[in-house]
């Protein structure tokens, strides 16, 4: 099974708002609305961000959020805030009753 | 709070099975409708989920690692565990086990996550 594609880097300023995208096939993101996202600081374990393409575990900013076009997932993170560096992964279900990850993206506050 | 936390050998010899035990606290891992897994992640690069496991026995695996790959449940002492045969350098990885969700047609997010261990393939 192929990684699902998503962007090496994305950057912004405090405050604003960025989106990072997640794109697979009709077999995996776009076929099942069972979508997460992990957020992976250095050296640390990931962390669930967002699961069924939108929802927010309870703990998690509401900073956070999560939609679906097509075969692309998106995550959307507001208000960009020094702590929200880090690596961010995405995950689907596919049809071959397994789980596979994006690529990742490394988020850069600048 | 449920906790992960994995545990074996650091250094596996190349051509060896790679052996990792996952102990799991303040939940038991036959009483809750969850599957438990193991993702890996070579050093500087993305996750690669390896397979998971229900506490009945019932297993998915990565079609790219099955032919290498078991995973079993030991109940009694709230464990899984992770086998992966005839290891290569390209098996060297953080390790990690975690909690998998399951939605009616199969495996879905990961959480909580153990803290990783690093497994390093080398004679």
Redesign the interface.
């Known amino acids: 099974q192929s990684a699902l594609t998503q962007p090496a880097s994305v950057s912004g300023s405090p405050g604003q708002s960025i989106t990072i995208s997640c794109t697979g096939t009709s077999s995996d993101v776009g076929g099942y609305n069972y979508v997460s996202w992990y957020q992976q600081h250095p050296g640390k374990a990931p962390k669930l961000m967002i699961y069924d393409v939108s929802k927010r575990p309870s703990g998690v900013s509401n900073r956070f959020s999560g939609s679906k076009s097509g075969n692309t997932a998106s995550l959307t993170i507001s208000g960009l805030q020094a702590e929200d560096e880090a690596d961010y992964y995405c995950s689907s279900y596919t049809s071959s009753s397994t789980l596979v990850f994006g690529t990742g993206t490394k988020v850069t506050v600048l | 709070q449920l906790q992960l936390q994995e545990s074996g050998p650091g250094l596996v010899k190349p051509s060896e099975t790679l052996s990792l035990t996952c102990t799991v606290s303040d939940d038991s891992i036959s009483s809750s409708n969850y599957y438990w897994g193991w993702?890996r992640q070579p050093p500087g690069k993305?996750?690669?989920?390896i397979g998971?496991i229900y506490y009945s026995g019932s297993t998915?695996?990565?079609?790219?690692l099955r032919s290498r790959v078991t995973i079993s449940v030991d109940t009694s002492k709230n464990q899984f565990s992770l086998k992966l045969s005839s290891v290569t350098a390209a098996d060297t990885a953080v390790y990690?086990c975690a909690r998998t969700?399951y939605?009616p047609?199969?495996?879905?997010?990961?959480?909580?996550?153990?803290?990783?261990t690093l497994v390093t393939v080398s004679s």
């Open positions: 993702i993305g996750l690669e989920w998971s998915y695996y990565n079609p790219s990690y969700s939605q047609l199969g495996l879905n997010w990961f959480d909580p996550w153990g803290q990783g």
